[in-house]
């Protein structure tokens, strides 16, 4: 099964401004560049997590996950190939620049690329903040956090990604409004959500939680100095207990940075349907309101290749 939301990479042609947004501001630790340029941040000891390279429009390019070693790598792949999913093996070059041991990848049925793995490289007691912190950031088992992919079906997309892929679902909110599904794979509420948006694909957010509620305050009070607009404010959701805010980034998707999410067993967990997503917050300024959050493309648009 897979264990953990490993890494991400997105396309920008303002890869560059990640230097400064991704250190100054989210409080990541800047790694060495990718072979093609990418920005890389680190948010553990995990070499990096986060890899924006250079490119000519915003695009998310690929979700890392991790397996919990070989044997469950290649288990996996072969019940993947049963499925009938086209699997394709990384070649030396992709292994180096993950820095992962083994990786094989595929594409939904909507073109969005995923790669499983194990052994991805890090070093101990090398995270250092690119800001001041009280704290560092919630990873280990619970992994880098969680996504957001927009899909045109959901439940076309639900049946692909539990089904197939396995992950476990933790609940859902739904309303006239919109359709989410979260979903689990270790203790943290949800590493995955699918949010409906018929006719497009694309990539909402990324969530960062910290492990101190005044890493969030610091975040907040440093957004005028660099110039990022608030996607929602301050609020608390309903389902997974975050408290968070969503700020926008210099390559089109949004970045949650929240505290003190709540986590899930799965020997008592049970499921729920929620109509609203926060107890309180998350309003949408009127400035970025009208604005579709996130990275979009109409279904019929292809993806760049990674």
Not at 207 to 235: A, K, N, Y
Request: include cysteine; hydrophobic fraction near 40%.
């Amino acid at each position: 099964m897979i264990q953990e939301l490993s890494y991400i990479g997105v396309a920008s042609p303002r890869a560059q401004d990640w230097r400064k947004y991704g250190t100054g501001l989210l409080g990541a630790k800047l790694s060495p560049d990718g072979p093609d340029g990418a920005i890389r941040l680190a948010v553990d000891d995990v070499n990096y997590r986060i890899a924006v390279h250079p490119g000519k429009v915003d695009e998310f390019l690929y979700a890392g996950w991790a397996m919990a070693n070989e044997s469950d790598l290649h288990s996996f792949a072969a019940h993947l190939d049963r499925s009938g999913i086209m699997l394709h093996d990384g070649n030396p070059d992709l292994l180096a620049e993950r820095q992962v041991a083994e990786l094989v990848w595929f594409t939904d049925p909507w073109g969005t690329r995923h790669e499983i793995s194990w052994g991805k490289a890090s070093t101990p007691l090398s995270f250092t903040p690119g800001r001041v912190m009280r704290g560092g950031f919630v990873t280990g088992d619970q992994g880098l956090g969680h996504i957001v992919l927009q899909v045109p079906n959901i439940e076309e997309a639900n049946k692909f990604y539990v089904d197939v892929l396995g992950f476990r679902l933790s609940d859902r909110i739904t309303n006239d409004q919109f359709t989410v599904r979260f979903y689990h794979v270790n203790g943290r509420h949800h590493s995955l959500a699918l949010a409906e948006y018929p006719g497009h694909v694309g990539f909402n957010h990324l969530m960062l939680e910290v492990e101190c509620m005044d890493d969030l305050g610091r975040l907040i009070d440093l957004l005028d100095s660099h110039d990022t607009e608030v996607m929602q404010t301050l609020g608390r959701h309903t389902n997974d207990l975050m408290t968070s805010i969503y700020i926008g980034s210099p390559s089109g998707l949004q970045i949650e940075y929240g505290f003190g999410g709540l986590t899930v067993d799965d020997l008592s967990w049970v499921a729920r349907t929620y109509n609203q997503p926060s107890y309180w917050g998350h309003k949408r300024p009127a400035e970025t309101s009208k604005r579709v959050p996130g990275i979009i493309r109409p279904l019929t648009a292809a993806p760049s290749a990674p």
